[in-house]
Nanobody
């Protein structure tokens, strides 16, 4: 049974930092990452990282967010710096198994105040 357990969301002032973590279990994942969904908007990609370490970022977070992964712990991290009010959203952990099945975490709220 696959489980994704997120942690690290919260309230921060603009310009501040937060670190999200997502611990996965139950499978080996070819790719892991983070998506976010703001009120009234569609869910969008934030960043992804493959099992080999290749990364991909949304243009809106490049230079501010860093995704990393500990394969031994099956855990993915998102370091978010220089946060902006427009980063406010529910952040969802995503993992794709070797058979390309998608799994999602329950979501963690990130709120950036101006």
């Amino acid at each position: 049974q696959v489980q994704l357990v997120e942690s690290g969301g919260g309230l921060v002032q603009a310009g501040g930092s937060l670190r999200l973590s997502c611990a996965a279990s139950g499978s080996i994942f070819r790719a892991m990452g983070w998506y976010r969904q703001a009120p009234g908007k569609q869910r969008e990609l934030v960043a992804t990282i493959t099992i080999g370490g290749s990364t991909n970022y949304a243009d809106s977070v490049k230079g501010r967010f860093t995704i990393s992964r500990d394969n031994a712990k099956n855990t993915v991290y998102l370091q978010m710096n220089s946060l902006k009010p427009e980063d406010t959203a529910v952040y969802y952990c995503h993992a794709q198994s070797l058979s390309r099945r998608d799994y999602w975490g329950q979501g963690t709220q990130v709120t950036v105040s101006s």
